[in-house]
């Protein structure tokens, strides 16, 4: 059988249409913390199941109960999209983002000019994988926006293009061949 692929995240929703679907109790947007709708329906990653005590997701070959504190880890760039959808949300942009995690002034980070710090930022797998998405407030933004480096990577909803004076080195096959084709993540550590 071959392998499909999905160039858009309509084209993988309508090809989950067949898949099977479950029942979700709770939903919660963590950004505002807002329940999206109890008993929503919903297409779970195929690493997560629900038992009778709650959602399990599958890591190393053992069953965990899922943390609805951890961030959302291993999903591409059409999950991701698939979710918004779902969700009726969407991803920011490149622009949008760093504007919420920089404001509109000159700071090199999202808290301000000072170093990084383990009080600021998850840098480094100093805690030994991704922390709690409320942990850290030293190091948000001026819109209150946490967690803006280190911990994860984020999607957005652009691609990826030269910075305005952009000129290729030698190795161009490193970012010139993707302008254009790969969405742009952001964040990360």
């Known amino acids: 059988m071959a392998t499909q692929i999905h160039t858009t995240a309509d084209d993988l929703i309508a090809d989950l249409q ?4 479950v029942e979700l109790a709770v939903f919660t947007d963590l950004a505002d913390d807002q329940m999206l709708g109890p008993q929503e329906r919903f297409l779970e990653p195929p690493i997560w199941e629900v038992w009778h005590v709650g959602w399990f997701q599958e890591v190393f070959a053992q069953s965990l109960p899922l943390d609805p504190w951890h961030p959302v880890v291993h999903v591409n760039w059409h999950e991701a999209k698939a979710y918004c959808v779902w ?9 949008e983002w760093e504007y919420a995690a920089s404001g509109s002034d000159t700071r090199c980070f999202p808290w301000g000019d000072t170093p990084p710090t383990p009080e600021r930022v998850n840098f480094d797998y100093r805690h030994g994988g991704p922390v709690d998405v409320r942990a850290l407030p030293a190091g948000d933004s001026p819109f209150g926006c946490r967690q803006m480096i280190g911990n994860v990577w984020e999607w957005t909803d652009s691609h990826l293009k030269p910075y305005p004076g952009f000129v290729a080195d030698p190795y161009k096959e490193y970012s ?3 302008f254009g084709q790969k969405p742009v ?3 990360g550590g």
């Open 87 to 95: 969700a009726e949300r969407r991803l920011p942009t490149e622009a």
């Open 18 to 21: 067949d898949a099977r679907q």
């Open 176 to 178: 010139e061949p993707y």
């Open 185 to 187: 993540l952001r964040g």
